[in-house]
């Protein structure tokens, strides 16, 4: 999935350029703010390998060409919205997204954060949408996308990071969205839960916590969406859509 080769790359002495892999506008799909207009910014890079991750030219097989802030905040300007998804890959692995979110901040733009929650960094974000990773996500070799699991001790090490979460709670607005393949996803998503409650100074609700199926595609949506519902209706937690998907199904650029 390669970049808009229509604009230009930038040098590479540029301190606050950033891998960008895509930009695009689109309906936010996840979460909250589901179906706010609002411009995507995906950075290149991941530090973990989700088997399943749906944007896998920013992990497994990074694609991308190198931005500046001006290019950056000049696409976005071109769309009609006021709100500024940053995504990934893993967006807090570039220090070089603080003085964007600050640009974009001083222009009015709400910002979300789509986050594995693994990184803090210190920046102007309005919703850290924290996207906590379970075991059931770890690229064992029968699951491996690229290799023969050469990823999965990795991942596991380095999947939760519980202080790292308290403290982004603790900094941000927030919502913590976990991606649930099945039921056995639920004691785990509790004990994390129970975790962070306990290392954070900030109330975490039920409804701060919720549960999105796993899928890329409108079938394999159609196939968990109902067992996700009653799963966060049974905890008390909140469901969320990918509504991307059920408008676009796996359309580049939704
Ligand atoms: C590609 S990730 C980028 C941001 C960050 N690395 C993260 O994982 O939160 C964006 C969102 O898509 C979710 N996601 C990735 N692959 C998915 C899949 N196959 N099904 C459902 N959600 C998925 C992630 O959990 C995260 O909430
Ligand atoms: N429409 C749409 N909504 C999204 N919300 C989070 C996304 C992401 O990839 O981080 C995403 C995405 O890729 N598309
Ligand atoms: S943490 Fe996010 S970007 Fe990284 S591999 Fe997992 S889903 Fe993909
Ligand atoms: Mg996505």
């Given amino acids: ?38 411009v995507f910014v995906r950075t290149s890079g991941c530090n973990l390998r989700c088997w399943f991750c749906d944007s896998y030219h920013t992990s497994w097989e990074p694609v991308h060409a190198q931005w500046s ?12 919205a006021d709100h ?19 640009r ?6 709400h910002i979300t954060v789509e986050t594995n929650g693994t990184i803090y960094q210190e920046a102007p974000i309005d919703l850290l949408s924290i996207s906590p990773k379970l075991s059931s996500s770890t690229p064992v070799a029968a699951r491996d996308p690229a290799g023969n699991g050469e990823w999965a001790d990795r991942h596991e090490t380095q999947r939760i990071d519980i202080d790292t979460l308290a403290t ?3 900094a941000y607005e927030f919502q913590l969205k976990f991606v649930v393949t099945d039921a056995d996803d639920l004691p785990e998503i509790e004990r ?13 609700t039920d409804t701060d916590v919720l549960l999105m199926p796993e ?3 409108r079938e394999s949506i159609d196939e ?11 905890n008390g937690y909140r469901y969320t859509p990918r509504l991307h998907v059920d408008l676009w199904n796996d359309a580049p650029g939704t």
Avoid: K, W
């Avoid at 790359?9 to 309906?27: H, K, R, V, W």
């Avoid at 940053?86 to 979110?101: D, K, R, Y």
């Avoid at 974009?104 to 733009?109: H, P, S």
């Avoid at 968990?224 to 049974?234: G, I």
């Fill in 1 to 38: 999935m390669p970049v808009n080769d229509s604009i230009p790359t930038t040098d590479q002495s540029d301190s606050e350029a950033l891998p960008i892999n895509e930009l695009f506008y689109s309906l936010q799909g996840e979460g909250q703010l589901a179906g706010t207009p609002s």
């Fill in 69 to 80: 802030l001006e290019t950056i905040v000049s696409e976005i300007q071109s769309h009609p």
């Fill in 84 to 102: 500024v998804v940053l995504t990934g890959g893993e967006p807090l692995i570039h220090t070089e997204t603080v003085p964007l979110m600050e």
């Fill in 104 to 109: 974009l901040t001083e222009l009015g733009y």
């Fill in 168 to 170: 982004l709670l603790d």
């Fill in 192 to 204: 994390i839960v129970d975790r962070v409650r306990r290392a954070t100074q900030t109330t975490v």
């Fill in 215 to 217: 899928g890329t595609t």
């Fill in 224 to 234: 968990r969406r109902n067992e996700v519902a009653q799963l966060a209706m049974d």
